[in-house]
Nanobody, 118 residues
Framework: QVQLVESGGGWVQAGGSLRLSCAAS????????MGWFRQPPGKGREFVAR????????VYADSVKGRFTISRDNAKDTIDLQMNRLTPQDSAVYYC???????????WGQGTQVTGSS
């Protein structure tokens, strides 16, 4: 049973920074990607960032490019999302995602709240 456990959410003033972490366990996938999605209040879930576990290549949503950085720790099977220059528009529940490659069902964490206050 795959488990994804997020941590690091909270409240921050506009312009501030937060760092999210996600620890994966219980899987044996040899090829996969991990990433972050978010769901603002009253809206659907949207893509934020993704990293290929083996290649280390990254993809970002246009709305966070240059402000957010996704990274991985192979030894710990964790990913981090460093979020800088946060705005109220970044406020959302952030979900960790694991996607087996080339085909597989998405796995999700329970979500962590991030609030950027103006």
């Amino acid at each position: 049973q795959v488990q994804l456990v997020e941590s690091g959410g909270g409240w921050v003033q506009a312009g501030g920074s937060l760092r999210l972490s996600c620890a994966a366990s219980g899987h044996t996938f040899s090829s996969y990607s991990m990433g972050w999605f978010r769901q603002p209040p009253g809206k659907g879930r949207e893509f934020v960032a993704r990293i290929d576990w083996n290649l280390g290549t990254t993809v970002y949503a246009d709305s966070v490019k240059g402000r957010f950085t996704i990274s991985r720790d192979n030894a710990k099977d964790t990913i981090d999302l460093q979020m800088n220059r946060l705005t109220p528009q970044d406020s959302a529940v952030y979900y960790c995602n694991l996607r087996p490659l080339p085909y597989g069902s998405d796995r999700w964490g329970q979500g962590t709240q991030v609030t950027g206050s103006s």
